[in-house]
Nanobody, 125 residues
Framework: QVQLVESGGGLVQAGGSLRLSCAAS????????MGWFRQAPGKEREFVAT????????SYADSVKGRFTISRDNAKNTLYLQMNSLKPEDTAVYYC??????????????????WGQGTQVTVSS
């Protein structure tokens, strides 16, 4: 059974920073590639970033490239998303997700079998 718990969301002004964390309760965290997705009100869930099982490969949505950084600490079973230069359009519920069978990560939400409950990020202008 895989459990994912996000934290670190909150209210921040435009231009500010937040770091999200995702604690994974899994016996073998390194067998999962991980991803971050977000969903704004009235919009579909969208891909944000993904990272390979060992952290050696990452991929980002164009909208966050250069501002967000995904990372993981396999010793702590934790995934991170460092968000800098935040914009009002980054306001959304952010979800972490885990996938097996795609060791280098994937941008496709349908491939992720496990999801956290989400954490709200609100960026004020």
């Amino acid at each position: 059974q895989v459990q994912l718990v996000e934290s670190g969301g909150g209210l921040v002004q435009a231009g500010g920073s937040l770091r999200l964390s995702c604690a994974a309760s899994v016996p073998t965290f390194t067998t999962y590639a991980m991803g971050w997705f977000r969903q704004a009100p009235g919009k579909e869930r969208e891909f944000v970033a993904t990272i390979s099982w060992n952290g050696g490969r990452t991929s980002y949505a164009d909208s966050v490239k250069g501002r967000f950084t995904i990372s993981r600490d396999n010793a702590k079973n934790t995934l991170y998303l460092q968000m800098n230069s935040l914009k009002p359009e980054d306001t959304a519920v952010y979800y972490c997700a885990a996938v097996q069978g795609s060791p280098f990560g994937t941008t496709s939400s349908s491939e992720y079998a496990y999801w956290g409950q989400g954490t709200q990020v609100t960026v004020s202008s």
